[in-house]
């Protein structure tokens, strides 16, 4: 296990969460306008964004990570599924 390892899965999940909290905010202003058809939209939107972000992060557990770091990315990979 090396720190790079461990910062590349850090900024992995960092840089993705920006875009998954982008979706999930653009959802939440079509909700609270009551836009039903852009809920739709935004929504499956935010849903591709985690899923994404959960690929992403699941990619980087080939590195070489202490045991408790990558069950711990896991466990964020399965809840984001």
Known sequence: ?????????????????????????????ASSRGDEAEVQTKAQAAVDSLNRAADSVAGS?????FPAVADAFGAWVDAAR
């Open 1 to 29: 296990m090396t720190a790079e390892a461990v910062a590349d899965g850090c900024e992995l999940l960092s840089s993705s969460s920006v875009d998954v909290v982008t979706a999930i905010n653009s959802y939440v202003d």
């Open 61 to 65: 557990l080939s590195t070489p990570l």
